[in-house]
């Protein structure tokens, strides 16, 4: 097999994959999975020891050059 791992910031990663936060990082076994699959990092979404139910929607515009996304670190809380 072929050894995939990097040097980061002086952290070894056993790979140079990094999941990026989003609908894939929204838990902690969604988080645990693509480690399993091989992701070298994860990047949560937001964390708050309280829940937090952030912006109404809408909370992504399309504004044809990009996405503005304002979602307000919903999270369920630790």
């Not at 044809?64 to 307000?72: P, R």
Request: hydrophobic share 45%; aromatic share 2%; charged share 10%.
């Amino acid at each position: 097999m072929v050894d995939l791992a990097v040097d980061l910031c002086g952290a070894r990663l056993p790979s140079p994959l990094v999941l990026a936060s989003g609908v894939w990082g929204c838990c902690a076994e969604t988080l645990a999975r693509a480690a399993r699959a091989g992701a070298g990092a994860v990047t949560s979404k937001s964390c708050s020891l309280h829940p937090r139910q952030g912006h109404p929607n809408p909370t992504v515009l399309d504004w044809g050059g990009g996405l503005i996304n304002a979602v307000g670190l919903a999270n369920p809380g630790a």
